[in-house]
């Protein structure tokens, strides 16, 4: 049987940290396999739905490289869902209720004050056609509910392990509201069967909503898929980071440089048992993917932690991924590329590489001691004017140590500060030949 995962959004926002999560272990889990990959835009609230978003997680997912085999969108599949409930009704498995929703939370206060939980009690199973009606008449309207056999449902996770929830420890749930809109847990169920999904990786937060699914699914005839439940995400210090997760999108994320590399290869293997290792290509993540590595505890997540997969991927880049940018800082063709092989070890984000493109046209504001003041004029006066070439900064130091005696670093350190303003950086024998200018010799 051939592999096909899905990705759902709902275009309510922007797709963040725990969406890409998802995403990206069901891409790799198809990619792997030789499967297929669908994107579905699970957009069947259109009050809340925007087309906005949609655009903008497609364009996150393009960034990221995370191409789909083929696109659906439940708003265009309204008519399979009616078809799908009318079976279910023809059944008897789904049932008209009308409480409103001050009636059934009180039910359920009464429940959770009785020490009882909080389960719908069906009483709409017991009302008669005339007494719907009557309801009806008062200007009520029904939403439905989906009958559960109150049986274990068992399932073997492909993280968490063998599952078994008791059905009668769980609300029959709704499938359809009083507007008509068809819900997640009743539209993705028949999307799944119909679209022949055969694997699921989503968040434990689901565990709830798989049991009641997989009852669907066998009631409309069709399979379930093999479901694996990944961990929550929380902050460095476990706090709760759903609150943070608007401040985490991917579109954020990219504005601010992290590489696409970084973030993917950050998801591929945190809360696994595997180390988080910079891989430079989807290929290289799929071969080594496995779920299962993966924990079930909550996994936390530093967004810190992406900057230096960020800084190494950086290093990674050839040259040719950057002449464009690197040309648009204004340096010179015939510096360009020597320019990236200096500046590439000693960023963290692409952006960055402005900071050292004005040093190298601009020179940098001096760095002098007052001790050591009269030794760098000295060492002014010694050094040629640009353009400077590969060998300068050797003759340069030797004239200056001659006439100063200093050596080491009390040479080399002034020299540094007075050229770049910086107690660190590139090797200078490498960076003095891009200068075009240098402040510090007034």
């Not at 995962?5 to 030789?34: D, Q, W």
């Not at 056609?129 to 029904?142: F, L, N, S």
């Not at 809360?271 to 799929?286: C, F, K, T, Y």
């Amino acid at each position: 049987m051939t592999t096909v995962t899905r990705f759902a959004p709902s275009p309510t926002g922007y797709i963040h940290v725990g969406n890409l999560r998802t995403a990206l272990m069901n891409y790799l889990v198809a990619r792997k396999a030789g499967g297929s990959f669908i994107l579905r835009i699970d957009d069947t609230d259109q009050e809340r739905s925007k087309e906005e978003y949609v655009d903008a997680l497609k364009a996150d997912l393009e960034w990221l490289g995370l191409s789909w085999d083929r696109e659906e969108r439940q708003s265009l599949r309204l008519d399979r869902y009616e078809a799908a409930a009318e079976s279910l009704r023809s059944m008897g498995r789904l049932y008209e209720c009308f409480e409103s929703p001050t009636e059934l939370d009180l039910k359920r206060k009464k429940q959770l004050n009785m020490h009882k939980p909080p389960v719908y009690d069906r009483a709409a199973l017991a009302a008669t056609e005339a007494q719907k009606e009557a309801w009806r008449d008062e200007g009520r309207e029904g939403y439905w509910r989906f009958l559960l056999d109150q049986v274990r449902i068992e399932w073997t996770d492909g993280i968490i392990g063998p599952i078994s929830i008791d059905a009668a420890s769980v609300s029959d749930p709704v499938l359809i509201k009083t507007t008509g809109q068809v819900l997640y847990t009743f539209a993705s169920s028949v999307d799944d069967i119909q679209m022949g999904v055969t694997h699921i990786v989503r968040g434990a937060d689901h565990v709830t909503n798989t049991a009641t699914q997989i009852q669907i699914m066998q009631a409309l005839g069709g399979r379930p898929p093999e479901f694996a439940h990944h961990s929550l995400l929380t902050g460095p210090q476990g706090e709760e980071l759903s609150k943070r997760l608007g401040a985490l999108s991917i579109r954020d994320l990219r504005e601010g440089g992290i590489a696409p590399e970084a973030l993917l290869s950050m998801m591929a293997r945190l809360g696994s048992s595997q180390p988080v290792e910079l891989r430079m290509s989807l290929d290289e993540l799929a071969e080594g993917f496995d779920l299962g590595q993966f924990g079930a505890a909550p996994t936390k997540f530093d967004p810190a932690d992406l900057i230096p997969l960020t800084r190494a991927r950086n290093h990674h880049l050839p040259f040719s991924a950057v002449a464009d940018r690197v040309a648009k800082l204004g340096i010179p063709a015939a510096q360009a590329e020597a320019f990236w092989a200096v500046a590439s070890k000693n960023i963290d984000k692409l952006d960055d590489l402005g900071q050292w493109a004005d040093l190298v046209l601009n020179g940098a504001e001096p760095a002098v001691a007052p001790e050591d003041a009269e030794f760098i004029a000295t060492a002014m006066a010694l050094l040629p004017e640009p353009p400077f070439t590969a060998t300068t900064w050797s003759e340069w130091t030797g004239a200056v140590k001659a006439a100063t005696g200093r050596k080491g670093k009390g040479l080399f350190m002034p020299l540094r500060r007075a050229l770049t303003g910086m107690d660190h950086g590139p090797e200078m024998a490498d960076l003095l030949p891009l200068l075009h200018k240098v402040r510090a010799k007034g």
